[in-house]
């Protein structure tokens, strides 16, 4: 229910328009990240991409009523424009949702101490004890996962051979370039929606770091954000400098490339979107606070937005999971990637234009059809005077 939902919401124009907006304009994504949670993540426009499908996800779970949305996107709009770091942006969205909360309550004083805490009890309720965590992974095992249940780590991969390319770039003095071992059994859930939509977008994370996010790409002359953005010639880009300037055998270079190009088309990296599975908190035993009834309690000394932040702020953010889920236990959410959101954004605009240019189309139409037959005629007779005189004043007659 809540991915097909949110699918809704990121069809809707001025959402499209926002994405359009967030992914291309400075004023939405160039801010200040280092006050940010996880902010040494994120790359280009990752950040504020993230931050705005949070705040629309958290919208959908807390508040979960299309009658305040306009106004919710709009102040979001503002908020995200105006502000000039993702830290004060992210504060701002609890205020925007305390404001929205205290609405579908129908609270009118949200500063009252007794409101305060009705608002913050609703908002524990949805978001914690009914929540989510979630795990990001790559497309490509959808159907599986979605047909046989989860389990961690048994699913195709290339596993024996990233663990020769990682013996490769040992020899070059470089240890655990991809930050895995390739034994693990498990995998990590987050309660951050954003930090799972970030693992989503990069996974495999192994893939990630060795394409662009290690230690040798450090420096200027890589693009960091190519993973993000599905772009395969950024990505091999990357590789084939960084086994340059490793110095890299013939040998090497084949070997790493081909793994590389074995893995972007095992995962289908080309067309992949954002996926999640997303699992209730009270399976894990992960649905209750244990100093809400402080937060509760002492939220008169603080304003509203300050109160909620301590509600929804992340604190599982690796949760291991070993065992396997059975299907019913969890259900699974995809966004699509910037790409197809931005494409909605050029297809809303078409559409949005459409009618209008339509109707000054007919109306062109309508208002001198009558007399385009004249109109040709007098331009047939413009021209041909043009020509005679050319030809008199060139001698010929």
Request: hydrophobic share 40%.
């Amino acid at each position: 229910m809540v991915m097909l939902l949110l699918d809704k919401i990121l069809r809707r124009k001025d959402v499209c328009d926002l994405i359009e907006s967030i992914i291309n304009h400075p004023c939405y994504n160039k801010k200040k990240v280092q006050a940010s949670v996880n902010y040494e993540c994120f790359t280009d426009v990752e950040q504020p991409f993230f931050l705005f499908l949070d705040a629309l996800y958290k919208y959908q779970i807390v508040i979960g009523d299309d009658l305040y949305l306009d106004d919710y996107i709009e102040q979001l709009d503002k908020l995200i424009k105006k502000i000039d770091n993702f830290h004060d942006i992210q504060f701002g969205i609890y205020k925007i949702l305390g404001k929205t909360c205290a609405l579908k309550l129908g609270i009118f004083d949200r500063e009252k101490t007794e409101n305060k805490q009705r608002i913050l009890r609703y908002i524990y309720e949805t978001y914690v004890v009914e929540g989510y965590l979630f795990h990001g992974f790559s497309g490509a095992y959808r159907s599986e996962i979605d047909r046989d249940g989860f389990f961690p780590e048994h699913y195709s991969n290339l596993y024996a051979k990233f663990i020769e390319v990682d013996r490769i770039f040992e020899k070059h003095g470089i240890s655990q370039i991809m930050n895995k071992t390739f034994h693990e059994n498990g995998v990590s859930f987050t309660d951050s929606f954003l930090m799972g939509c970030y693992y989503a977008v990069n996974s495999p994370m192994y893939f990630y770091h060795l394409l662009c996010d290690n230690e040798c790409m450090r420096t200027s002359g890589y693009s960091r954000d190519a993973y993000f953005r599905n772009d395969y010639y950024g990505c091999f880009n990357n590789l084939t400098k960084m086994m340059k300037k490793l110095k890299f055998s013939d040998i090497e270079r084949r070997i790493v490339t081909k793994t590389c190009f074995d893995e972007w088309k095992l995962l289908r990296k080309n067309t992949t979107h954002i996926h999640l599975l997303a699992i209730k908190r009270e399976v894990l035993g992960l649905n209750s606070l244990k100093d809400i009834n402080e937060i509760i309690a002492s939220c008169d000394s603080v304003n509203l937005g300050e109160a909620i932040e301590k509600v929804m702020a992340s604190r599982e953010s690796q949760v291991l999971v070993s065992q396997k889920l059975e299907r019913d236990s969890f259900f699974l959410i995809q966004i699509p990637n910037y790409k197809v959101l931005f494409q909605r954004a050029l297809q809303s605009q078409k559409e949005y234009d459409y009618p209008t240019l339509k109707f000054e189309k007919e109306n062109l139409a309508n208002s001198y059809g009558k007399v385009s037959l004249l109109f040709l005629l007098g331009s047939l007779l413009i021209t041909l005077g043009v020509i005679l005189t050319i030809i008199m004043t060139s001698g010929g007659i």
